[in-house]
């Protein structure tokens, strides 16, 4: 186990539901990270938290909401997605977003979520 | 924008013979690259890096990387493959750094070995 769990593994709805992902990371890290990876594509990167803090959306439609109420928490609230979006959602954490060129904070990936939408 | 490319998507090999995994970047400054591996059905496990200081860097499970600056490459190699190396395996590149840091990852390449 890498330290970071997510829950629910797999996931199927229709374009009306409501859910969400959540991601626990018990390592003490203060940065965490949603990723989509989809089948022949690189992996996207589509919001950051440092410190509970949002600190980067990459363009992510609105009809994904993140959310991080605490460090070792973060959810990916989904509502009215697009076929398209299905995908494997990965949520990754690390101790924090780096605090010099010369440094590096090893991000640590939990399984994800392997999403349909229908 | 940085960028890393993995122009194989598959490679195979057969178990006992040494294999490469190909990944070259696009950066403006000095790189800072990674490998990661994916099981099937796992979540994405770090193996090396290079920031500074050698070429040649050693990782986990007895892989290793050549970072190039000539030929803007750095590809992940291991002397010895076995079948348990079969995974997806993704290049990546930093991008800025404090509040703007992120990983940009290539698209990755599927590694076969065979008994």
């Known amino acids: 186990e890498t330290g970071v769990t997510q829950t629910p593994r797999h996931l199927v709805m229709g374009m009306t539901n409501k859910k969400s992902l959540k991601c626990e990371q018990h390592?003490?890290?203060?940065?965490m990270y949603w990723y989509k990876q989809s089948a022949k594509k690189p992996l996207e990167l589509m919001f950051v938290?440092?410190?509970?803090?949002?600190?980067e959306n990459n363009s992510v439609p609105s009809r994904f909401s993140p959310e991080c109420p605490n460090s070792s928490h973060l959810f990916l609230h989904l509502h009215t997605l697009q076929p398209e979006d299905s995908a494997l959602y990965l949520c990754a954490s690390s101790q924090d977003r780096i605090t010099s060129q010369s440094s590096y904070n090893e991000q640590f990936f939990g399984p994800g979520t392997r999403l349909t939408v229908l | 924008a940085q960028s890393v490319a993995q122009p194989e998507d598959q490679v195979n090999v057969a178990e006992g013979n040494p294999l490469t995994v190909k990944c070259t970047y696009s950066?403006?400054?000095?790189?800072?690259l990674f490998w990661y591996v994916q099981y099937p059905n796992r979540g994405l496990q770090f193996l090396l890096k290079?920031?500074?200081?050698?070429?040649l860097v050693k990782g986990s499970y007895g892989f290793e990387a050549e970072f190039n600056k000539s030929q803007t490459s750095f590809h992940l190699k291991k002397p010895s493959a076995l079948v348990s190396d079969s995974a997806l395996y993704f290049c990546?590149?930093?991008?800025?750094?404090?509040?703007?840091?992120?990983?940009?990852f290539g698209t990755g390449t599927r590694l076969q070995v065979f008994p």
């Open positions: 938290y440092n410190f509970k803090e949002q600190t």
């Open positions: 950066v403006s400054g000095n790189p800072y």
């Open positions: 290079y920031i500074t200081g050698d070429n």
């Open positions: 390592l003490g890290h203060n940065a």
């Open positions: 990546a590149v930093r991008d800025g750094w404090g509040n703007t840091d992120k990983l940009i």
